[in-house]
């Protein structure tokens, strides 16, 4: 395990687009919206049914804590779940005279744009508010200072993109690729050790600063056990946006827009973890219990409500754009970008099916982890 002065420097940041124009997430968040929605009913009996409040002094704050908030409204629609559940909680306990006060902390990377997520705060909100920038997969709050962690869409990014997937001596190294999907079981073992270097030091750090008897809310795209890397949604999508980059480096060799050499030292610092994975995480830290974990399925689809193949194809484009944007342009500049997510979205709508069916398979996680009485 890394020492807590490492722990402090892990983490690359990968901002979501800000602002509300065009290709932004606040613009481009609302699939997530839509499995945050689902997952409502699940997060609600949980907190009702495992959360130890009795044994939270009367007069402690609830502090609840969103890691990975980025700048969109989903946070805040996620929290007001929360503390409704706790405030049911409360009342479920005899607890109608001492509903506590509650504190938020919204978290993401420092280069997160922060002004712009406190500038829509809920007027009416029921809680105190703070920022706290860093990466998660350090410490980041006090010992034993969390009654509620919470965690959208944000633990499938790794906190670097794995170091033998980009040393050109490397059998992992993923040259002609962007991802680990069609590539060699190198390159998938390196990407998997990531993720199980990166879990272990999420949960160690969240374990030290969980209180007894609190909950962790984790909600995340993973690869249902039994299915390949190959064929689960996420991970056909970045392929696909890969084939388009690549695409665009062999027909540019003459025109200096974007080399090959170029896309060959480029990786998505993203791993879609299957469930066993993480419960073999949960396992190894021993400082949590698993209380549920459900797939999750949107109760209203907004991507459905989409009339033409081509609107879904674009809708998609649009939310991956809105979270990858900034990584690919700092690494390629921004001239590409209008051409690359062109090209995408046309590849989308020519294999929409494709990306229909394995969406079947309800990609989305929802896990709740309890803090164990114990030191761990």
């Given amino acids: 395990m890394a020492s807590e002065k490492e722990m402090r420097n892990i ?5 979501m687009k800000s602002g509300d124009g065009l290709y932004s997430y606040s613009n481009n968040s609302y699939l997530q919206r839509d499995i945050i929605n689902a997952a409502k009913q699940i997060v609600g009996e949980a907190i009702v049914e495992s959360l130890d409040i009795l044994k939270f002094s009367p007069s402690t704050t609830i502090r609840v804590a969103d890691l990975g ?15 409704e559940a706790i405030e049911l909680k409360c009342q479920n306990q005899g607890l109608h005279s001492q509903i506590p006060e509650f504190q938020v902390f919204f978290n993401d990377h420092t280069s997160n744009d922060f002004n712009s997520l406190f500038s829509v705060l809920p007027p009416n909100r029921r809680y105190h508010s703070a920022g706290v920038p860093g990466s998660f997969y350090s410490r980041l709050f006090p010992n034993h200072s969390l009654h509620i962690v919470y965690s959208s869409f944000s633990i499938q990014w790794l906190s670097r993109v794995p170091k033998k997937v980009e040393d050109m001596s490397s059998p992992a190294w993923n040259k002609g690729r962007i991802y680990y999907v069609s590539a ?7 990407y998997s050790a990531q993720c199980a270097e990166d879990t272990a030091r999420f949960l160690q750090a969240r374990a030290q600063e969980i209180a007894d008897g609190g909950l962790m809310i984790l909600i995340f795209p993973a690869r249902p056990d039994g299915i390949p890397h190959s064929q689960f949604g996420g991970n056909i999508l970045f392929d696909m946006l890969g084939f388009c980059l690549m695409d665009m480096a062999k027909k540019a060799r003459n025109m200096g827009i974007v080399s090959e050499e170029k896309v060959d030292m480029f990786n998505l610092p ?21 209380e549920r974990m459900e797939r999750l399925r949107p109760i209203s689809s907004t991507l459905q409500s989409l009339v033409s193949t081509r609107d879904r194809a674009q809708a998609i484009s649009f939310h991956v754009r809105a979270a990858m944007e900034g990584l690919i342009k700092a690494h390629f500049d921004e001239e590409i970008l209008d051409q690359l997510f062109d090209s995408f979205s046309k590849k989308l709508e020519q294999e929409y099916s494709l990306i229909e069916s394995a969406g079947r398979s309800a990609p989305n996680l929802c896990a709740v982890l309890k803090r164990k009485t114990m030191n761990c």
């Fill in 11 to 15: 983490g690359e940041a990968h901002p």
């Fill in 69 to 83: 908030c980025s700048v969109g409204p989903n946070t805040f629609f996620a929290m007001e779940n929360i503390l």
């Fill in 184 to 190: 060699a079981d190198e390159v998938v073992e390196a």
């Fill in 270 to 290: 993203v791993y879609h973890m299957s469930d066993q994975e993480l419960e073999a995480a949960v396992e190894r830290n021993r400082c949590f219990s698993i």
